[in-house]
């Protein structure tokens, strides 16, 4: 009798994950909460900004979830030190006010979540980062593109993509991750890369939120 189940796609990656809480039972809630995926391994735990720090460097995680109230060293700091490390961070807070949230984006987080967040949406939101892919919340989003869009740009000059490049910033706006974009587009990864190397060139951006909220602003893509 043949088997008529369908066909398994295989396991998901392992993502490793570091979690900054200056609040231990928070933290090991988080833990515990995050345990109950499969895909999922915590190497770590830090209470403070240079414990956090310290972590990255020495257990290299793939995701960090970072609440920014920490000491010594608050989240945004530890963002800051952590520009050059390969992990990917989601701020993880109870602050919503814009100053802190522009603050966390423009120093590379990939992730902006509230706490109180329904927990199938942390676990959607680390898959997302990990993958190459960038996630913020509704709230966060506006936040972001209204500072974009009052900051403006000083010479009014348009933007102009090219097919390729306006194809790469509508998938960047959908949050997919580089390797998810070139097999859409039938590119290869590197490709994708140049293109979205110029797409931050051309836009002045840092980042792939910030190069989407820019878009925005141009009228190059929207937000669905």
């Given at each position: 009798?043949?088997d008529a189940?369908p066909?398994s796609?295989?396991?998901?990656p392992?993502?490793?994950?570091a979690v900054?809480?200056d609040?231990?039972?928070v933290?090991e809630?988080?833990v515990?909460?995050?345990e109950t995926?499969?895909?999922f391994?915590?190497?770590?735990e830090a209470?403070?900004?240079?414990e956090?720090?310290?972590l ?7 995701v960090l ?8 060293t608050d989240?945004?700091?530890v963002?800051r030190a952590?520009?050059?490390a390969a992990t990917r961070v ?8 814009d100053?802190?949230i522009?603050?966390a984006v423009?120093?590379?987080a990939a992730?902006y979540l509230?706490?109180?967040?329904p927990?199938?949406?942390?676990f ?22 209204r500072?974009?869009a009052n ?7 348009t933007?102009?993509?090219t097919p390729?490049?306006?194809?790469v910033l509508?998938?960047?706006?959908r949050?997919?991750?580089n390797k998810?974009?070139?097999a859409?587009?039938?590119a290869?990864?590197r ?7 110029a797409?931050f060139?051309k ?8 190069a989407?909220?820019?878009g925005?602003?141009a009228?190059?893509v929207t937000?669905?």
């Amino acid at each position: 009798m043949s088997d008529a189940r369908p066909h398994s796609a295989g396991p998901r990656p392992r993502v490793r994950i570091a979690v900054a809480d200056d609040h231990p039972v928070v933290r090991e809630g988080l833990v515990t909460m995050l345990e109950t995926q499969g895909d999922f391994e915590i190497v770590g735990e830090a209470g403070t900004g240079p414990e956090a720090i310290a972590l990255v460097r020495e257990r290299d995680p793939d995701v960090l979830l970072l609440d920014l109230e920490l000491p010594l060293t608050d989240g945004v700091g530890v963002l800051r030190a952590l520009q050059s490390a390969a992990t990917r961070v989601i701020v993880f807070t109870v602050f919503d006010t814009d100053d802190r949230i522009i603050a966390a984006v423009e120093a590379g987080a990939a992730g902006y979540l509230l706490k109180g967040v329904p927990r199938a949406e942390i676990f959607n939101a680390i898959r997302v980062v990990h993958g190459g892919g960038s996630l913020l919340q509704p709230v966060v989003a506006s936040t972001v593109l209204r500072h974009v869009a009052n900051r403006g740009k000083a010479d009014g000059s348009t933007v102009s993509l090219t097919p390729r490049e306006q194809g790469v910033l509508e998938l960047l706006a959908r949050g997919k991750s580089n390797k998810e974009i070139a097999a859409q587009l039938a590119a290869s990864e590197r490709t994708i890369k140049f293109h979205v190397s110029a797409i931050f060139t051309k836009l002045g951006a840092t980042n792939r939120t910030e190069a989407v909220a820019l878009g925005v602003r141009a009228g190059l893509v929207t937000l669905d």
